[in-house]
């Protein structure tokens, strides 16, 4: 008679695997099938933002512009901030093939017993999601007593002494929704005390209408500086309420001296920033800058201002290094974006502009001043009714240098100056002098540009007689005149340029 031995304590490691493997497979099978509705879903928590930002662009996200995400992430090690969406995207067949794989390489994982390692190491998908139930909550509303009146600018100083000063892994300072909030100019200071720290927007934040709120710094009106590892987010809007600014500005009354006015939102010195599905506004000024900050992602972002408001740039890099800054709809009465001095490896992708003056790198050397930018990239653009497109500005007698540009994948729609180089600029009243000294632009390539130009001069490359620029390729160009016939009624103005044109160009420079 055969009998079965007992099963001896050496087994159970094999049937504990059987059994892991077993519901890893089941797992994988059933996250196959269900990746796109968990897309789905993630899309739709975030609507309210990210449905006026697919409105505006038409034909809503473009799939090359989370590609690039992702590069970015792993290329700078961003992984602890994603974009909500990101990892959630719709794939295609080769992104499900690799999903597939790295599924089957978690079930080896378990048959080896490396689960726990793993576990360890949270991805980038999943960290986003699992934060907020994670973290430590700061709640503004808990600090309600320090409000004064229509003022709640002590209720959020305090609420954030009280987020900053904790410890632990993750924090978050939550700004409720459906609620409003008028604060005057705060500085949110680090460092904190947490390995990250989330400030969660879902309510509005109004600025005071009051002037002489911001008579010891008309420069900010919320200031983020030297804070490592922040996210800024939540669906929310701020609102710089600046109509009372722009009417007394100088650009609007000439009678009247020109003063400074704060920047609505500014990230001074912050490293490993993200900034993402927010609305901001009407600021006073300037909506939102970052300066000297590194590794920082915008993303998901709407930035509105009349088109007569004054020096209201919509997004402003100045001095930062590893940006990206994808699907943003930008309409203000300046500068979609401008990109000056000490800014390097920008990147801007699905970006829908107008109205306002572009996307500009500069103004560059005002004031005899030295200058450096490098490695900027414009991947996929709209231009909606936009006074320039494409934009490089320099001041003469400047110095330094200005390249590494890519420009590419842009559509252009009515636009006044699609693609300029501007080194005789002048934003003052009196004419500027000439000088000899000049920022040297070189490396400049404009690839797949297309659509209608407002004005005659479709393309105008105005470079320095004594520095020329170096390198501009021409690849793919085809503007036209708005209202005229195919190929008729736009041209090409072009001195002191080095340039190669590559494909079909039109207007071109050589006629």
Known sequence: MLTMAPPSSSSSPRVLS???????????????????????????HHYTIEQEIEE?????????????????????????YPSSSFG?????????????????????????????????ATSSSSSSSSSSSSAQRVQVEDYRKYAGGNDDTKMFEKAWEAACSKKGSAVQLVVPAKNSYTVGPITFSGPCKSSSLTVEIAGTIQASGDRSDYK???????????????????????????NVWWQNSCKVNKALPCKKAPTAVTFSKCNNLAVRNLRIQNAQQMHLTFQACT??????????????????DGIHVTGTKNIRISDAVIGTGDDCISIVSGSQNVEAAGITC??????????????????????VTVDGARFSGSTNGIRIKTWQGGSGSASNFRFQNIVMDNVENPIIIDQNYCDQDEPCKEQKSAVQIKNVVYKNVKGTSASEVAIKLDCSKS?????????????????????????????????????????????
Not at 94 to 118: G, I, N, P, W, Y
Not at 220 to 242: A, K, P, R, S, Y
Not at 295 to 312: C, D, F, I, M
Request: net charge negative; charged share 15%.
């Open 216 to 242: 010891e710094d008309t420069s900010h009106w919320l200031l983020f500086e030297g804070i490592q590892n922040l996210v800024v987010q939540g669906g929310g809007t701020i609102d710089g309420n600046g």
């Open 295 to 312: 590794n920082v992602q915008a993303a998901n972002l709407a930035v509105k201002s009349p088109e007569k408001s004054p020096n209201t």
């Open 56 to 80: 505006q662009q038409g034909e809503g996200r473009s799939t090359g512009a989370y590609n690039g995400d992702n590069h970015y992430y792993h290329h700078h090690g961003f992984e602890a």
């Open 467 to 511: 520095f020329p620029c170096q390198g501009v390729v021409l690849q793919d160009v085809h503007l036209v005149r708005q209202g005229s016939q195919e190929d008729k009624g736009a041209r090409a103005e072009c001195s002191n340029v080095k340039l190669s044109e590559v494909g079909a160009v039109s207007p071109s420079c050589g006629h």
């Open 88 to 120: 959630m995207v719709a794939h295609d067949g080769d992104d499900d093939d690799a999903h597939s794989m790295e599924l089957v390489k978690l079930a080896s994982d378990v048959l080896s017993f490396k689960t726990t390692e793993k576990v360890g």
């Open 354 to 375: 107008g109205p306002g003056h572009g996307i500009s790198i500069g103004s560059l050397g005002a004031h005899n001043s030295q200058a450096h930018v490098s490695g």
């Open 18 to 44: 059987l059994i892991a493997t077993i519901i890893i497979f089941f797992f994988i099978s059933i996250t196959l099938s269900c990746h796109h509705c968990v897309a789905d879903h993630q899309r739709d």
